[in-house]
């Protein structure tokens, strides 16, 4: 069964940090590129981040840019968002993905909340 489960979310101050992970299983991880998702409330969801199979390359949303890291284990499988310099516009529920040619598997989500 795949499953893709997010973990790390907590309500934080702003200026904060947090770390996210997700936990990837039933599919071998390793040969598909994993994104983050948020979707703060009343907005559609938007990409965060993306790392390659080998994690050698990473991109990221220019609102995140500089602030979040995405990372990878495939030993592991596992994927991670360090999240630092936490605004409240970054107040969301963040989704991993996992992403192959037309293969596309998501997660249930885990709520990041900013605020003091």
């Known amino acids: 069964q795949v499953q893709l489960v997010e973990s790390g979310g907590a309500l934080v101050q702003p200026g904060g940090s947090l770390r996210l992970s997700c936990a990837a299983s039933?599919?071998?991880?390793?040969?598909?590129?994993m994104n983050w998702y948020r979707q703060a409330p009343g907005k559609e969801r938007e990409w965060v981040a993306s790392?390659?199979?080998?994690?050698?390359?990473?991109n990221y949303a220019d609102s995140v840019k500089g602030r979040f890291t995405i990372s990878r284990d495939n030993a592991k499988n596992a994927g991670y968002l360090q999240m630092n310099s936490l605004k409240p516009e970054d107040t969301a529920v963040y989704y991993c993905n996992a992403q192959r040619v037309t293969m596309n598997y998501w997660g249930k989500g885990t709520l990041v909340t900013v605020s003091s």
């Open positions: 790392i390659s199979t080998a994690g050698g390359t990473t």
């Open positions: 039933g599919f071998p991880f390793s040969v598909y590129g």
